[in-house]
């Protein structure tokens, strides 16, 4: 198991998502965390490093195991929003929820917040 599995798996811990979700939610395929985790492999390209920090919201280099403490990115208070947005329409489609009324809420979020 790597180093980079360890991580990847605390961090979907923390945020509440399986590997598979995180696989599915950026495109990539979930055999890399499955490689990952059987020794496989022991890296991803750059891009999907890129990809993966982004979605966490932590450095490249906290994902490699480069700094021993997670440091997140300082987003502005629209990123967070979206992806507070994001993980509400995804909660509430797991719940079954109809899509359209998922935007219809988030729309009229947005509208009352003035965004």
Sequence with gaps: MSNLYEIL?????SKGVSGYRMCKDLGIQPSVMTDLKMGRRSSVKAETAAKIADYF???VSY???KEDNEKKLV????????????????????SG???????????????LRGK
Excluded at 75 to 94: E, G, H, I
Excluded at 102 to 109: D, H, P, R
């Design 9 to 13: 798996s605390k961090l979907c811990e």
């Design 57 to 59: 919201n932590v450095s």
């Design 63 to 65: 994902l490699l195991g």
């Design 75 to 94: 987003v502005n208070d629209d990123n967070k929003l979206d992806n507070v947005y994001f993980n509400f329409a995804k909660d509430a489609q797991d």
């Design 97 to 111: 929820i109809d899509p359209k009324d998922i935007k219809l809420a988030i729309e009229t979020i947005k509208k």
